[in-house]
């Protein structure tokens, strides 16, 4: 049976997890907080972390709290075509392609691009173009120019060294049209790391039932754990990435207008947003 992003936003949600099967598990090795390294997102996004992460991100959830904000961006700017370049398992380039954008599929994650496959027939029949690639050699692995690129759900966070974030945003800037958007999500970690692992903060996602909280926070790591309701226990070794400095790297790669956006809204003041959201144009 298929089932349209509509269907579920009317509660139609229902696990897929017998679809799956995935059977390595994550590696940090016996010294998790010296994991700080930019190729190790294929060594976490495995196993049993990639069939949970629908319950985590829950698509029913998403998409009420998302409501049109990337496609009404996308929309005011023209965009046709669009590179999801962190498509994970396919929440978004199913939500594009039900609003008819040309959507290209990538991730450097051959267990998440399977899963997103799988996702795109179950949710309204979609066969996903998927592509293997990191973002690091876009170029070399995707063809093609693009209106828009999105990169969402907390990804850019994965890049552990300042080269590799600009190396990554360029080779963005050069996949995209004259005119072209790019879109960067990111947890809001200048509020976890200005008030410090004290005070840690436990984000719930999927209604309460699973939780992602700070396991270790320092300048250079943001190390989250992820538990789920039949006690299983996955973690994320991220980069806490600051909002002004993403906004700068965005600019130094050429990016000419930058908006940041707190929690889908323009102005953020005295709540303090989890996510902010970058779009970016090249013209
Ligand atoms: N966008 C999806 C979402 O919002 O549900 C997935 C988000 S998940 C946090 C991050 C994704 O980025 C993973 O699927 C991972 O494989 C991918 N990723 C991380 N680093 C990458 C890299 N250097 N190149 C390509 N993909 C990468």
Not at 170 to 197: C, P, W
Request: charged share 30%.
């Amino acid at each position: 049976m298929t089932k349209s992003v509509d269907d579920l936003a009317r509660g139609d949600q229902e696990s897929n997890d017998q679809d799956s099967v995935h059977l390595e598990e994550q590696a940090f090795g016996d010294n998790p907080l010296e994991v700080r390294d930019t190729d190790h997102y294929t060594q976490e996004y495995v196993g049993g972390f990639v069939d949970k992460w629908d319950d985590l991100i829950d698509w029913k959830a998403r998409y009420e709290s998302e409501g049109t904000f990337f496609i009404d961006q996308l929309r005011a700017r023209g965009v046709k075509t669009v590179l999801d370049a962190a498509t994970g398992t396919g929440f978004h380039s199913v939500r594009l392609l039900e609003e008819g954008f040309e959507t290209v599929s990538a991730d450097g994650s051959p267990q998440m691009l399977a899963k997103a496959f799988t996702n795109g027939l179950e949710y309204g029949g979609h066969i996903l173009r998927v592509v293997n690639a990191d973002w690091r050699w876009l170029n070399r692995d995707v063809h093609g120019e693009y209106d828009a690129i999105i990169c969402l759900g907390n990804s850019f966070t994965h890049l552990f060294s300042e080269r590799d974030r600009r190396k990554t945003l360029a080779e963005f800037y050069a996949m995209l049209k004259h005119d072209g958007v790019l879109i960067i999500d990111q947890r809001n970690y200048d509020s976890i790391l200005d008030t410090g692992f004290s005070s840690k903060h436990t984000y719930y996602y999927a209604g309460e039932d699973v939780s992602a909280e700070p396991d270790h926070i320092d300048d250079g790591l943001a190390r989250f754990k992820y538990t789920f309701p039949d006690k299983s226990e996955f973690f994320l070794n991220m980069y806490p990435l600051r909002k002004d400095y993403v906004r700068r790297l965005m600019r130094e790669v050429g990016f000419q207008r930058i908006d940041t956006y707190g929690d889908f809204q323009e102005t953020y003041g005295d709540t303090e947003p989890d996510f902010f959201i970058h779009v970016a144009e090249k013209n």
